[in-house]
T-cell receptor, first 112, second 110 residues
Framework: DAGVIQSPRHEVTEMGQEVTLRCKPI?????LFWYRQTMMRGLELLIY????????DSGMPEDRFSAKMPNASFSTLKIQPSEPRDSAVYFC??????????FGSGTRLTVV | SQQGEEDPQALSIQEGENATMNCSYK?????LQWYRQNSGRGLVHLIL???NEREKHSGRLRVTLDTSKKSSSLLITASRAADTASYFC??????????WGAGTKLIIKP
């Protein structure tokens, strides 16, 4: 298995633009998580899906952030409009049973 | 939110020496996990220890858990340059959520 695949690896965008981050979890994993990592705040859970259904989105900062999981093999995290304070590394992780996560390599987002 | 607190925040040792990192937490847990993150990369799951376990080994890694003190330690024996990374502990209670510490930055000097 290729692991959790995220794209793009790097994204630089101008303030106000829409940004879409993509994730392909490991086949057979029924839990998917989106995290954000910054030096100041460490790792923050944004949203958790189980069997493609959003279970907990309390970590989504505000309405500018939205996430979807249309099927078991694909998820997106969208920021619209983006702001400089959204600059961070965004990780997707999946788990077969809710224990022991496998992380993707992350998307480094820079909003200028 | 972050529950785990790792110490030290940074650790620099010579190759071949053992490295010990500690993690403390506040609430009851189902399990505690250790992850490694190389610079610019995602986190890699190293080991999971359940609340009813006291010690676990995996290769050069040894993890202990003391639930009475709400603390855990990660020992890496015979360190190698490739062990240079940040190490995070994360606790998990009865639901899915992992509560992360701020991490220990480990540098192995050749």
């Amino acid at each position: 298995d290729a692991g959790v695949i995220q794209s793009p690896r790097h994204e630089v965008t101008e303030m106000g633009q829409e940004v879409t981050l993509r994730c392909k979890p490991i086949s057979g994993h029924n839990s998917l998580f989106w995290y954000r990592q910054t030096m100041m705040r460490g790792l923050e859970l944004l949203i958790y899906f189980n069997n493609n259904v959003p279970i907990d989105d309390s970590g989504m900062p505000e309405d500018r952030f939205s996430a979807k999981m249309p099927n078991a093999s694909f998820s997106t995290l969208k920021i619209q409009p983006s702001e400089p304070r959204d600059s961070a590394v965004y990780f997707c992780a999946s788990s077969p049973d809710g224990y022991g996560y496998t992380f993707g390599s992350g998307t480094r987002l820079t909003v200028v | 939110s972050q529950q785990g607190e790792e110490d030290p925040q940074a650790l620099s040792i010579q190759e071949g020496e053992n490295a010990t990192m500690n993690c403390s937490y506040k609430t009851s847990i189902n399990n505690l996990q250790w992850y490694r993150q190389n610079s610019g990369r995602g986190l890699v799951h190293l080991i999971l220890i359940r609340s009813n376990e006291r010690e676990k080994h995996s290769g050069r890694l040894r993890v202990t858990l003391d639930t009475s003190k709400k603390s855990s330690s990660l020992l890496i024996t015979a360190s190698r340059a490739a062990d240079t990374a940040s190490y995070f502990c994360a606790t998990q209670n009865s639901n899915y959520q992992l509560i992360w510490g701020a991490g220990t930055k480990l540098i192995i000097k050749p």
